[in-house]
């Protein structure tokens, strides 16, 4: 079974900044990873995701996020938050030669202060 | 450019009224999803349907029925709404193998009063 693990509900930062949204997962055999963003009261659309090529991934708006096995990690950074930002993330796995049905973790809410 | 398009949008019961949420995707995807929304609880999957005529339930299926009209439409339906069944409800689609991105539709708001 896969599991996903999102540090902190809320990460506030300011426009400008650094944004680092943590992600971990479990699972037993190679993963797809995924990140979600979801806007005030719309649904989700994908940020990214990495499906075994390169370890790298890069998305829309200027995220990005890299797969590191050795410590189950696929954190979601940006250099330079923009108030637009503001939204939910969402962390996801399904497993390759598994069940594709996503794991969701529970979301962090990014707020962009002025 | 529809993609997932379900209704109503918003909706206020009262307590043992039904209904049902509507869901259409026109993507000729194989895979579709009901999923729940409530605070501090991320999305939580009520039922999924891999393909044309089979429904499974999901992680949180009491209270809830399924139907999968056609490739296109997957129904969600209350029978007897609960005030624990307030929520937002997405309906999403995928091709339906491991890697593919899950598409969503808006969301539909329902207070069970």
């Known amino acids: 079974a896969q599991s996903v693990t999102q540090l902190g509900s809320h990460v506030s930062v300011s426009e400008g900044a650094l944004v680092l949204l943590r992600c971990n997962y479990s699972?037993?055999?190679?993963?797809?990873l995924f990140w979600y963003v979801q806007y005030p009261n719309q649904g989700l659309q994908l940020l990214l995701k990495?499906?075994?090529?390169?370890?790298l991934v890069k998305g829309i708006n200027g995220f990005e996020a890299e797969f590191k096995k050795s410590e189950t990690s696929f954190h979601l950074t940006k250099p330079s938050a923009h108030m637009s930002d503001a939204a939910e993330y969402f962390c996801?796995?399904?497993?390759?030669?598994?069940?594709?049905?996503?794991?969701f973790g529970r979301g962090t809410s990014l707020i962009v202060h002025p | 450019n529809a993609g997932v398009t379900q209704t109503p949008k918003f909706q206020v019961l009262k307590t043992g009224q039904s209904m049902t949420l509507q869901c259409a995707q026109d993507?000729?995807?194989?895979?579709m999803y009901w999923y729940r929304q409530d605070p501090g609880m991320g999305l939580r999957l009520i039922y999924y349907?891999?393909?044309?005529?089979?429904?499974d339930k999901g992680e949180v299926p009491n209270g809830y029925n399924v139907s999968r009209l056609n490739k296109r439409e997957f129904s969600l339906r209350l029978e007897s709404a609960a005030p624990s069944q307030t929520s937002v409800y997405f309906c999403?689609?995928?091709?339906?193998?491991?890697?593919?991105?899950?598409?969503f539709g808006e969301g539909s708001w329902l207070t069970v009063v």
């Open positions: 349907s891999a393909s044309e005529g089979t429904t």
């Open positions: 990495y499906t075994s090529a390169a370890t």
């Open positions: 999403a689609s995928s091709v339906g193998t491991a890697g593919n991105t899950i598409y």
């Open positions: 993507m000729n995807h194989n895979s």
């Open positions: 996801a796995v399904t497993l390759s030669g598994g069940s594709y049905i996503p794991t």
């Open positions: 699972s037993s055999v190679p993963p797809y």
